[in-house]
């Protein structure tokens, strides 16, 4: 696709719907978008908007309008963006769909600080030996005191380590950052063939440019900005965050979010472990006895696409947890056995001494010796106890919810104008499933009776100061044996979360994002997950969402 035909087809469908080319502005309602004379128009700003013109739909809509576009190419140069990606790897630096208005004869503005990128070692920021970075050369002009344009020559642009995102804060001098020069040496010229070839892109993290609380105006032009494509699971992308109050002017500026990272896959579940607590002698005497636990409830899958908040950015919409699953039911008792009645030997008496002996002790006499005696006695096998249930296994976690791709996020009551400039989004990232919940542990064993016995003879005798019992009885049949615990029931599975949101300004009621000239291209909404619970929510896809 050439450079100019995506603008053309911004102004030929926003003329379709007639709208102001030279005029069109995000601060009416939320979801609708003003003109000129603050007149309302009726179409909603989102990809369901009869105004096709002020955004496309992913590349759906311009498949079935004659523009002039050429859409076969659209996926290979990352004019437009596919419905399930941003098709960059890892970021496009090579075009951009701004058209510029070009003077070779322009010369750099009067005082500029100027910047390299590709140069080895910073300079003093004089043409001839520039600066190497934007951070270095807003440094120096806060240092100096006085309002100095920054002039970027082409190259790529990131902020320091370790998060590689450029920071615009100053507190005390206006900033103004110019791209679209070209370098030679000491001579810098305007670049008509290339305008916009300075790329502030995003470093580790998923902003590319933050303009902070405490900034003075900001003006930025002829840049294209860009957050890194194919973002960690759980990231959002912000490609310009402004969290000031004052003005922040873009003018020929190409801005790209590219595609939100999808949801952090939900962890496995854990398996129950051990029995529950139960009195085993009690145990269970219904038909439910050593039973597995009961089926519990699945957690609720999202139904909602994720908010915003002024603080967080996108916070995703995400599934909630299944339950835990049900103890196991407890064995059946056992029973005592039949008793027995038997004549018993028992051994009774002390010894008077530790020497045994009349001649070592002749006062202990016949005490000496331990008596043996019969008595009748009845036996009895005692009840076995029964197994307690096992712990049900733990519910399975929600499924995360996909993340965002915004290209203008303002959270600060900023007056934000975008002129001759495209705005755009990659797809919002797709929600996760939520996952199996663990399985349930196995029931207690149970454990037996005990048996009774005792001995039928017995013998006694002056020689060993003792006496003792023999010819052992046991008791009689034992009874029914306890039985083994049920097994925990499975946790619930955890329901999925919904598909992350592809907004191209996302801004706070008090903020004021003016648009002249400028297209702004939402991709497509993120997949909710799906799984037992269901499919969860999409995310959206919008033009404009206002930050509650």
């Known amino acids: 696709m050439r450079n100019r035909s995506l603008q053309s087809l911004g102004f030929s469908l926003l003329a379709l719907a007639g709208c102001s080319l030279d005029q069109y502005s995000f601060n009416g ?76 004869s322009e010369r750099t503005p009067t005082s500029a600080v100027y910047v390299d990128s590709t140069i080895a070692v910073s300079g003093d920021g004089s043409n001839f030996n520039p600066l190497k970075t934007i951070t270095e050369a807003v440094a ?49 010229s305007r670049s008509c063939t290339s305008p916009l070839d300075a790329w502030i892109v995003g470093g580790n993290v998923n ?86 636990g009961g089926a519990v409830a699945n957690g609720p899958r999202a139904t909602n696409p994720g908010r915003l908040s002024a603080t967080m950015g996108f916070v995703p919409s995400s599934g909630s947890a299944g339950a835990v699953g049900a103890p196991g039911f407890s064995g059946r008792p056992g029973t005592a056995g039949t008793p027995r009645t038997a004549n018993c030997a028992l051994c009774i008496g002390e010894v008077c001494g530790v020497v045994c002996g009349a001649t070592s002790y002749p006062s202990c006499g016949a005490m000496m010796q331990r008596q043996c005696i019969m008595q009748m006695r009845t036996l009895t096998a005692s009840a076995g106890q029964c197994g307690c249930g096992g712990n049900g296994g733990a519910g399975g976690a929600g499924g995360e919810g996909g993340r965002a791709a915004i290209a203008l996020f303002v959270a600060g009551a900023a007056t934000v104008l975008v002129e001759d400039s495209v705005l755009r989004t990659g797809a919002g990232g797709d929600g996760v499933a939520g996952a199996v919940g663990g399985g349930g542990a196995a029931g207690q064993a149970p454990t037996s009776g005990l048996t009774q016995t005792c001995d039928t003879q017995c013998t006694a005798g002056w020689s060993t100061c003792n006496c003792t019992t023999s010819g052992t009885v046991a008791s009689a049949t034992p009874g029914a044996a306890a039985t083994m615990g049920g097994m925990g029931g499975t946790g619930g599975t955890g329901g999925s979360g919904a598909g992350g949101s592809s907004i191209v300004v996302a801004r706070v009621a008090a903020a004021t994002v003016r648009l002249v000239g400028t297209m702004v291209i939402p991709g497509a909404a993120g997949a909710g997950g ?19």
């Not at 790897?89 to 769909?97: C, H």
């Not at 873009?250 to 607590?277: E, F, K, T």
Request: hydrophobic share 45%.
């Open 207 to 292: 902003q590319a440019l933050f303009i902070g609380p405490n900034s003075q105006p900001v003006t930025i032009e002829r840049v294209a900005v860009r957050t890194r494509a194919n973002p960690a699971a759980g990231v959002s992308q912000y490609a310009i965050w402004i969290a000031s109050t004052r003005a922040v002017t873009l003018r020929s500026v190409d801005v790209l979010a590219s595609r939100g990272g999808n949801g952090v896959p939900a962890a496995i579940s854990a398996s129950g472990a051990g029995a529950v607590a139960c009195n085993r002698t009690v145990c269970d005497t219904t038909a439910s006895a050593g039973m597995p």
């Open 530 to 548: 799906s799984n037992a619970t269901g499919v969860a929510a999409m995310g959206e896809s919008a033009a404009e969402r206002v930050i509650p």
């Open 140 to 188: 120096m002009v806060e240092r100096e005191g006085v309002d100095r344009p920054i002039v970027l020559a082409p190259g790529i642009y990131d902020g320091p380590a370790p998060n590689g995102v450029i920071t615009l804060d100053s507190a005390t001098r206006s900033l103004r950052i110019v791209g679209g020069f070209a370098r030679s040496g000491g001579s810098w």
């Open 29 to 104: 309602r939320d979801g609708q978008a003003a003109l000129d004379g603050a007149q309302d128009v009726v179409a909603p700003l989102d990809g369901a908007a009869a105004m096709d013109g002020a955004l496309l739909d992913g590349a759906s809509d311009v498949g079935a309008l004659d523009a002039g576009v050429d859409v076969g190419d659209a996926s290979q140069d990352g004019a437009l963006l596919d419905a399930r990606d941003s098709a960059i790897m890892p970021v496009d630096v090579t075009r951009t769909d701004v058209v510029v208005a070009c003077d070779p």
